[in-house]
């Protein structure tokens, strides 16, 4: 469930449920195999779980830093983004395009657009909150000139 709705909360505790499970079962085998053989094998178990509970807490970890840092945007999402603008006739050029991502597929986008100095700021205005319109208002607009 956790894969599908792509959710790293759900992740860590999917993963800490089944680290619970492998140390209670490793418990359990510990024992029966000591009463059974009388020799003490819980030291090897626990190292053996050791090492299962750090290897996939460093997986966890790096899957959290990498969400908490952020990630590049794709080539095709940027390529979307400076197609989508750029079938405005008013934008001329775009100088620079910032993408904030946080989480899956919750973007925020920066971006510096080049239009004609002589535009009227009526136009102008209107040419913000068309482009905010279309990008669900999760874009912030500077214009140069």
Do not use: C, W
């Not at 807490?57 to 999402?77: C, F, H, N, R």
Request: charged fraction near 30%.
């Amino acid at each position: 469930m956790s894969k599908k709705l792509k959710s790293l909360t759900l992740d860590a505790t999917t993963l800490e449920t089944r680290n619970d499970i492998i140390t209670n079962i490793s418990i359990l085998i510990s024992i029966l195999f000591i009463q059974k053989t009388n020799y003490n094998i819980d030291g090897y178990i626990a190292l053996i779980v050791s090492f299962i509970l750090i290897k996939s807490s460093v997986q966890m970890l790096k899957e959290s830093i990498y969400e908490l840092i952020g990630k590049a945007p794709s080539d095709e999402m940027l390529r979307k983004i400076k197609n989508k603008l750029l079938k405005t006739k008013e934008i001329k050029k775009i100088n620079r395009i910032i993408i904030h991502n946080y989480g899956e597929n919750i973007n925020y986008i920066n971006v510096h657009i080049k239009i004609d100095k002589k535009e009227k700021i009526n136009n102008i205005i209107k040419l913000i909150k068309k482009i905010e319109k279309e990008f669900d208002n999760n874009i912030t607009i500077q214009i140069d000139f």
